[in-house]
């Protein structure tokens, strides 16, 4: 799978997804995520790997096994290269999710990826246990998540770089990290509470990394991106 960072297309519409993406010479990996797919639907994400992007789908489904197992059978379609669900949505969702992953994807393609979402960097460990009513630390809810991702036979999760280490001793090096949150240093951290530069990330045992506002956000975005590329790469 590809390895660049994966910058987040977190836009409101087509217009600003394709003025941002023309400031770039190369192929990128880009996240299309809840807020873009619900303006621009199918369309979009079409439209982008037509330009030679890949994209990771992050709609982050969540629902009966049956329902999740049919929108991947949809999804698969797309020609997207990874997609994700929420982990606790349980076990049977998941490998029903991954055969309906299968099942779509059409002869001759390869299979998007598909990843599960432990808890999200915006969680606390006091919000997890006091909203959530879950009584373990926030890395014991991670960690239980990932176990119980790799047992439906899914490829990795995603999580903070604080879990990622713990994660590849649990699940193997091979089973995927993906961390959101990642910041520029001296950057703002929003509306993330767990977060990380990309070299930090890279230490910390983090598979692939997700940028968002510290590329989008920045007055030269490209100048931004080579930055944390060569700070990933490092």
């Not at 994966?6 to 990996?29: R, S, T």
């Not at 909203?131 to 926030?138: M, N, P, V, Y």
Request: aromatic share 4%; charged share 25%; glycine share 10%.
């Amino acid at each position: 799978m590809n390895t660049k960072p994966i910058l987040a297309l977190d836009f409101p519409g087509e217009k600003e997804v394709f003025d941002f993406l023309q400031q770039f010479n190369e192929p990128l990996f880009v996240k299309i995520g809840m807020e873009l797919y619900m303006q621009e639907g199918p369309t979009i994400v079409r439209k982008v790997k037509d330009l030679g992007h890949d994209i990771f789908l992050d709609l982050k489904l969540h629902d009966i096994p049956n329902t999740v197992g049919s929108a991947m059978k949809g999804l698969a379609k797309l020609g997207v290269d990874l997609v994700n669900v929420h982990a606790a949505g349980g076990r049977p969702m998941m490998e029903a999710a991954l055969e309906g992953l299968e099942a779509g994807t059409p002869a001759g393609k390869e299979r998007p990826a598909l990843i599960a979402v432990t808890q999200l960097t915006s969680t606390t460990e006091e919000q997890m246990q006091a909203e959530q009513k879950i009584a373990l630390s926030l890395q014991e809810s991670v960690l239980h998540y990932a176990g119980l991702t790799k047992q439906a036979g899914l490829q990795g999760v995603v999580c903070s770089v604080h879990e990622a280490k713990a994660i590849a001793e649990v699940c193997g090096d091979e089973f995927l990290r993906v961390t959101p949150g990642i910041r520029l240093a001296g950057g703002d951290a929003h509306d993330q509470k767990r977060i990380a530069t990309p070299d930090g990330a890279k230490r910390d045992g983090s598979s692939l990394i997700v940028v968002g506002r510290a590329v989008t956000g920045a007055q030269d975005p490209v100048a931004a991106y080579k930055i944390v590329n060569e700070l990933w790469e490092a």
